[in-house]
Every structure is written in structure tokens, then in C-alpha cells.
């Protein structure tokens, strides 16, 4: 069974969550073009390495970042998005 | 004022012939009794409905500070309970979000006072069910990733977790030696946890119980 | 050993006839290199000679051939699809399947066996009827069925599944399995045949592009010069594009599947249940063939999970109760190269000489055949098949995608 870290709840099974892919910056959509646009939301850096991801646990609805080795399968860390404000 | 409290979202599942119904306290009907074995199947394995319960929740950045302004003491972690003095209890969830439960003077409080800034009701129509005997443990192991035998070492905890596949939020009530989980999941997944957990309770030599059977 | 039979191991008159010819030493040009010696590598190379007349063509294969996806796909091969422009490209795929076993002299075991896509609830049984619709506008034999109709094609079928009982199916009847591995040893053989040479072991590290054309590629076992390049590599796409700066919404994710001991035939369809997230088929070896949906979330490794096998159980017990004894003999996974819109991506890039066949998924065993003919004929004639026109990298740019999600993922 793999195990991800709930910073809120702690470890628990890893069907327990939700992935929501890496994070990444959003332009603003009212200046950009068209084309950064479509980049934003089609495009995706699919190559494999260390990416932070949006994650959720799902019974406690509680969002936060793992920090994930792709190619590996290790999850380096994990913590909410105010921690790291 | 009368609000609304909804029947149980496994009514229908509770509706057999040798039940014995408690509709006393202007509450929903509750099985007091499903049939002459409940004791020996509470030993084993028992499986009751709580749903009926009065049951309020909110959340929301002003949550805390309003719930204390209305007199109520707090779970100062998170994802621990208190039981109110005079009955019911009050959990939290997280943060900010609360979850007031079984005190029917403490729910309608709640329900009709106004709001404060930052306070956000929370609609909830769960099923609730409690699970006690010594065969507990077997059907958990069928069922979810977490030891709930961590609850008796800390009974004020709160678990927010999954059991057969469903999110559930699990508390330990009773005593040490029976202990009783207590466990709300989302009201329409009621049903299809209630047959679940009821029928690995039979194939264990338990079944559904009626609340009296609750050590 | 008997005298006889050891006469026939040591006489060159009996070679052990090998598929293909391996070659010691990679040439230092070719007219054409085709990245991943999968089902469409091999099949691109095969019609490039066979349609084309260009057979200087090197496939370099990292491991073995037919080792990706190829080998470990669920070989179903079906043409009911959604969209227009993915009907009437499977339904030449399932064409050209028809006489492969005869064209490579190799038995693929292609076996039309029917196509139920299960509907649990309304909204699936509303999308399979305008899948229907669609279908019979293109040709494609696909219709709207009841319970009643798949108990008939299932016996051993319990139509209520647990807690999601079956309400009709989307049937199909040209719906069929293959051997995987023997398609791409036979695409490989009859390339090889005609004179393109097959490279297993030689991983592709580089791609050299000047001015915006492609000049050669550094491989692990030196440079080769070029100016078309064919990139077929599923689940290692990412890797290669990075090469070449060519932005996709690829991601990767781990696609599972087991087959169980072999029993004897009981299964004649194949069965796919959205909601329950599973597809079975009966093997000609009697083996369960059986996939679910993809791991939730990107990783690029082919390890397998007990969470897999306990989910995709249970699920085949609902629908199949009897086989609660059965046994799981194997488990694998493949990565798949997943669009957002369910459909591949196909054609010329914004290199000059550079092709891609990427983003197959869950969904690209049943079209390696028209794969190879479709990118033969684009890399020949530099300009792409109409048949993959709505499959092209652009799509992404210009906001018109191909939503083929309704007809190919197992959890829609
Ligand atoms: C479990 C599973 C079940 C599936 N079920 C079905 C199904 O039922 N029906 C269906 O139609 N499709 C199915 N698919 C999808 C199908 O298998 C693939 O889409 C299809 O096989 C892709 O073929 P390919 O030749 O493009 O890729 P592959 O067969 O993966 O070949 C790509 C090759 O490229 C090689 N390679 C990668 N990088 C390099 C490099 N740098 N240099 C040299 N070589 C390289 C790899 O080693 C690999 O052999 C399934 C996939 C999986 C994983």
C-alpha cells in the first residue's frame, strides 16, 4: 500500500486522496494572448521529475502540496499552501 | 420554532417486521430494538443507526468565536470532540468547522441564531452508525486502513477517514473494555455502507441492532 | 538425443527461422529513423516500405520490440467511437486488421468476439445511444441493447453488479482481440523483409535540429544522420519532446492489468463496465484478461499495486460472482501518454522533419495498423493523411479539440 502524508491528518493510504496535478502559475487571463492561454491550460510539463503537486484528502477535505518524485514515486514532502507563505 | 429533522437515510433498510420503533421526543423514529437476538449479536457484532440525532454544523473563520460567544465549551485541537454536560456532543473538524450532535436545546440554538460574519452553516444530513463487540476489529480490517483502536488510547480524537471506500468521520464512545465507534458518512452513501457493514457483520455472527442493545 | 534430431540441430539446411535480421553496426545515415520499436514504429516502417518504396529506414528500439505498451495492452480493438474524425480512422483500422494474419503469414489470433460497453445509469446509456447514432452515420455496426440482450451474449453475467445494476449496453459486434507481441513481430518481420533494419537495444539520447530542421540523432550506440525523424515512443513521449522543446498536454500515467489462471472458455464477448471500472475478456488461452481504469495519478514507472488487483477483484465479483475462487496469476502495467481530450496526437510538428504518433493512452493497440499507414504516408509525402487531421498538435493551440473522452476511457 503506498501512504502519503496528510500534514493535517498523517499518513494514511494513498486512496485516500485526490491529485490534482503540479502547480503552476496562471498569467493573467485578461492580459495574456491567446496563445499563453491555450499553453496555460492545455500544456503540461509531462517529463518525469521533482514537481509540486496539488493535493486533497478527501475525508477531511483538506488541501495541500506534495512534493513528488515522478519518475521514482517518492514523496519528498508534504505541507499546506499557508505554510509556505 | 420546529425545524425540520429529516427520517433516517436507511429508513427504508430499518422497516422489518420484529423492529421495535421509539418515536418518543418529537425526534424522527429510531429502531430501539430489531429483533430478539440483539444482545447476542451486540456481543459479537452490532451495528446500529443514529441517524435520527438533531445535528447541526458550521464552519468558517468566525466559527470558533461565535460558538463560544453562545456559551458553548470548545475541542481546542482539532479533529477532537467534548460531550456537552447536559447530553450530545460537539466536534471539530479541522480548523474551523464544527459539528454539534444528539443535544436538541444545543442544535436548535444554533440553527436560529444569526449568524456573525465569517460563520458559514454546514448542511448535514448524515448517517450515523455505531459499531460495538468483540468482532469489531475483523470487520475493520475488511473495511478501512486505520487501526480505530487508536480512538481508545486517545477517545477524545476525531478520525476523518474512508471505509469501504466512503469518507467517514469516526469517534469512540462507550468504555475501554466496550468500546462502541460511532462513525457519519454523507447521507446518501447511508445505504450502501449500512448493507455493507451489515453484511459482514452477519457473516461474522452479527447483524443490525437496535440502539438498546448499545453497551 | 536421438541421432535423427540431432541431425537437425547442427544442419544449416533447418536454420531456426528468426523474425527479423539483427544487424551488428547501425549505418550512418538513414532516409528515415523511427524512435521505439512498439506496434507503431514497426507498423510506420512496414507501410513506408510496403506503400511507399522507402525502406532506408532504421527502427531503434531501447529495449526490446513489442517490450511498451505493445506487449502490454488488453488488445481490444473496436471502432465505436464518438467523434466523426476517430470513427472513420478505427474503422479503417479495423479494416486493415481484417487480413493481417494472412498479408504476415503469422497467426495474430484475431478473434471477433462482440463489444458490450455496459451502461450502470441513464447518463451512460444517453451517451452510448449517441454514440450509437454517430456510428450508424459512419457504417460502423453499433447499437443501443437491453439486459436481457447482454445476458444472453454473458450467461454467467449477475445483471444486478452489486449495487450498479446493468440498464443496456452499447454493443458492437465487430469488437475483437488479438495477440499483442505477434503484431508487432509480424509488422517487424515484413519491414525487415523489405529492408528497413530493426535496432533493439539502441536507445535514442539525442535529436539534432538545426534552423529548425532535423538533421540526425545521437543514440547510445553513436550518431546517425537523417532528416525525418518518426517519434513513436507512448509512455517515454515527454522525454523525447524535451529533446526538442515541443510543448504537449502529455501526461503519464501507469495503466494496469492481470489475467487470471486459465479456465475453460465461458466468455465469448468482451465486456466493458464504465462504472465498475473494469473490461474482461476471455483469452484464447483460457486466462481472464482483465484492466481497470488508469492510476490516479502521473508517474512514469511500470510497477504494479495490490491496491489494483484488490479494487478490480471486487468488481469482477459483482459482476461475476462465481469466480470468487479464481486465481490472479499475473500483474503488469504500461504508462500511458493521456491527452486531455482522449484523442492522439498525430502528424507534423513545428520541427521541419520531425513526425510524432504520440498520446495513444489507453486506446492505441487497436490502431497500430492504420497508425503506420497514416504516418507512412505523412512522412513520405511530408503532408499529413487526411484521416488523422483532427488529431493534430495544433489542436491545442487553436482551442478545437476532438472530445473523445465519452467513447475512450474505461471510468467516463
Ligand atoms: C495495460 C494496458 C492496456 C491497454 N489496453 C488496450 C486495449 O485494450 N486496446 C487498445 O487499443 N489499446 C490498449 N492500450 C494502449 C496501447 O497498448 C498503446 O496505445 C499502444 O500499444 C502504443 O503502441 P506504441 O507502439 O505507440 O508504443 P509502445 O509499444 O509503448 O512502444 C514504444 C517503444 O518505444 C521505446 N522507446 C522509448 N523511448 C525510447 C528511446 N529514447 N529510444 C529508443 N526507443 C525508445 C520503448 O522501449 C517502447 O518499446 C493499453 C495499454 C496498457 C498499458
Keep these: 500500500m503506498k501512504i502519503m502524508t496528510c500534514p493535517f491528518n498523517g499518513p494514511r493510504p494513498v486512496s485516500e486522496f485526490f491529485y490534482w496535478g503540479e502547480i503552476r502559475p496562471m498569467p493573467d487571463p485578461a492580459t495574456c494572448s491567446d496563445e499563453s492561454w491555450a499553453d496555460y491550460i492545455f500544456n503540461r510539463n509531462g517529463a518525469p521529475g521533482v514537481k509540486q503537486e496539488w493535493w486533497c484528502h478527501i475525508a477531511s477535505n483538506t488541501w495541500f502540496i506534495a512534493e513528488r518524485n515522478t519518475e521514482k514515486d517518492l514523496v519528498l514532502r508534504t505541507y499546506l499552501f499557508e505554510e509556505e507563505l | 420554532m420546529k425545524f425540520p429533522s429529516p427520517l433516517s437515510p436507511i429508513h427504508d433498510a430499518l422497516l422489518t417486521g420484529a423492529a421495535v420503533w421509539n418515536s418518543a421526543d418529537s425526534l424522527p423514529p429510531s429502531v430501539s430494538q430489531f429483533d430478539a437476538s440483539d444482545p447476542q449479536k451486540a456481543a459479537l457484532l452490532g451495528v446500529a443507526d443514529h441517524s435520527h440525532l438533531p445535528r447541526a454544523g458550521v464552519k468558517g473563520p468566525g466559527a470558533t468565536g461565535w460558538l463560544a460567544e453562545l456559551g458553548l465549551s470548545l475541542p481546542s485541537r482539532s479533529n477532537s470532540w467534548l460531550p456537552f454536560p447536559d447530553g450530545g456532543l460537539i466536534g471539530r473538524l479541522g480548523n474551523t468547522e464544527y459539528l454539534i450532535e444528539g443535544n436538541a436545546a444545543r442544535v436548535a440554538q444554533i440553527m436560529q441564531t444569526p449568524r456573525a460574519p465569517g460563520v458559514y452553516p454546514v448542511l448535514r444530513q448524515d448517517a450515523v452508525f455505531a459499531l460495538c463487540g468483540s468482532r469489531v476489529n475483523e470487520l475493520l480490517l475488511q473495511t478501512c486502513n486505520v487501526d480505530f483502536r487508536c480512538l481508545v488510547a486517545d477517545p477524545t480524537q476525531l478520525l476523518l477517514t474512508s471505509m469501504a471506500g466512503v469518507s467517514v468521520l469516526v469517534l469512540v464512545a462507550g468504555n475501554k473494555i466496550h468500546p462502541v465507534y460511532r462513525l457519519w458518512c454523507d447521507g446518501t452513501y447511508g445505504l450502501y455502507l449500512w448493507e455493507t457493514l451489515t453484511g459482514i457483520a452477519e457473516e461474522l455472527g452479527g447483524g443490525g441492532i437496535g440502539l438498546d442493545a448499545l453497551p | ?412
Design chain 3, 1 to 412: 538425443m536421438p541421432w535423427r534430431l540431432l541431425r537437425f540441430a547442427t544442419t544449416k539446411k533447418h536454420p531456426e527461422p528468426r523474425m527479423f535480421t539483427e544487424h551488428a553496426e547501425l549505418k550512418p545515415s538513414y532516409d528515415v529513423v523511427i524512435i521505439g520499436g512498439g506496434g507503431h514504429g514497426l507498423a510506420a516502417a512496414y507501410y513506408l516500405g510496403r506503400d511507399h518504396g522507402i525502406t532506408n529506414v532504421a527502427v531503434l528500439e531501447k529495449g526490446y520490440i513489442g517490450g511498451g505498451n505493445t506487449g502490454r495492452n488488453t488488445t481490444i480493438i473496436r471502432s465505436n467511437y464518438l467523434t466523426p474524425e476517430g470513427v472513420k480512422f478505427y474503422d479503417e483500422s479495423v479494416n486493415l486488421w481484417q487480413d493481417l494474419s494472412q498479408e504476415f503469414d503469422l497467426n495474430l489470433f484475431y478473434a471477433n468476439r462482440g463489444h458490450f460497453t455496459l451502461a450502470h445509469t441513464d447518463s451512460a446509456l444517453r451517451t452510448m445511444r449517441w454514440r450509437a447514432e454517430v456510428n450508424k452515420h459512419y457504417g460502423v455496426d453499433s447499437e443501443v441493447v437491453g439486459p436481457d440482450f447482454v445476458k444472453r451474449a454473458a450467461p454467467m453475467i449477475n445483471l444486478s453488479c452489486g449495487h450498479a445494476p446493468i440498464l443496456g449496453a452499447l454493443y458492437h459486434a465487430p469488437g475483437s482481440i488479438a495477440r499483442h507481441d505477434a503484431v508487432a513481430w509480424g509488422y517487424g518481420r515484413g519491414a525487415d523483409m523489405r529492408g528497413a533494419e530493426i535496432h533493439q537495444q539502441t536507445e535514442v539520447l539525442g535529436i539534432d535540429v538545426r534552423g529548425g530542421k532535423v538533421c540526425g540523432v545521437q543514440t547510445s550506440r553513436g550518431y546517425i544522420a537523417t532528416d525525418k525523424v518518426l517519434c513513436a515512443v507512448a509512455g517515454f513521449t515527454p522525454r523525447i519532446l524535451d529533446m526538442v522543446d515541443i510543448k504537449t498536454p502529455i501526461t503519464i500515467h501507469p495503466l494496469q492489468a492481470m489475467v487470471s489462471e486459465p479456465l475453460k472458455p465461458w466468455l465469448d464477448p468482451i465486456l466493458v463496465s464504465g462504472s465498475l471500472h473494469i473490461y474482461v475478456s476471455q483469452s484464447a488461452r483460457g486466462e481472464l484478461v482483465m484492466g481497470a481504469s488508469l492510476d490516479p495519478y502521473e508517474l512514469h514507472s511500470t510497477r504494479s499495486t495490490l491496491d489494483f488487483v484488490e479494487g478490480l477483484s471486487a468488481h469482477m465479483l459483482d459482476m461475476f460472482p462465481f469466480l470468487s475462487h479464481v486465481k490472479v496469476m499475473r500483474q503488469w502495467a504500461g504508462m500511458a501518454d493521456m491527452t486531455p481530450d482522449f484523442a492522439p496526437i498525430m502528424g507534423k510538428t513545428p520541427i521541419e522533419g520531425f513526425y510524432l504518433d504520440a498520446g495513444w493512452g489507453t486506446w492505441g493497440f487497436k490502431a497500430t495498423p492504420v497508425c503506420g499507414k497514416t504516418m507512412a504516408h505523412t512522412i513520405a509525402t511530408d503532408t499529413p493523411h487526411p484521416l488523422i487531421n483532427g488529431f493534430s498538435l495544433d489542436r491545442f493551440r487553436n482551442y478545437s479539440l476532438t472530445g473523445e473522452k465519452g467513447a475512450a476511457s474505461v471510468g467516463h
